[in-house]
């Protein structure tokens, strides 16, 4: 990560109300892409379905959480497993979302989503990994 990638501070208060997010948040140029659908497994004399995926602009984040913009509104309560590049080329950071709050911006929909901890995910290194790029700042 590179301070080019990532800004300190608050953006401006969306008009729908206050950010409630408790930690500091960095601007980012990252991507998640969201698992909206499993797999499903191929039975006898059927190939299966692909898993549903959604790529989607990340905003903002935080170490406790994050804002997406996608192509289409997420649901509230959902929680959605996701891989997030955090620079082009970086391998990916699996993590557990829970779909916080959906909102429709002018270039699609924008959801904050709240970082899990679950087995198996990457919590650990997200954390150090925002720890590092607020130090650079």
Known sequence: MTDKDYSFGYEEI?????DNRADYRLA?????VLELESDT??????SGMPARK????????SASGLSLLASEP???GALIPAQVYLTPGANAL????????CRPESTGFL???RILESDDTACVEWMEAVASALAQT
């Open 14 to 18: 969306h008009p729908s109300g206050p």
């Open 28 to 32: 980012a140029r990252a991507l998640a």
């Open 41 to 46: 497994p191929a039975y006898a004399g059927d």
């Open 54 to 61: 959604l790529e989607c602009r990340i905003r903002d984040l």
């Open 74 to 76: 997420l649901t509230k």
């Open 94 to 101: 699996g993590l557990m979302l829970e779909i916080v709050w």
């Open 111 to 113: 959801s904050g989503a």
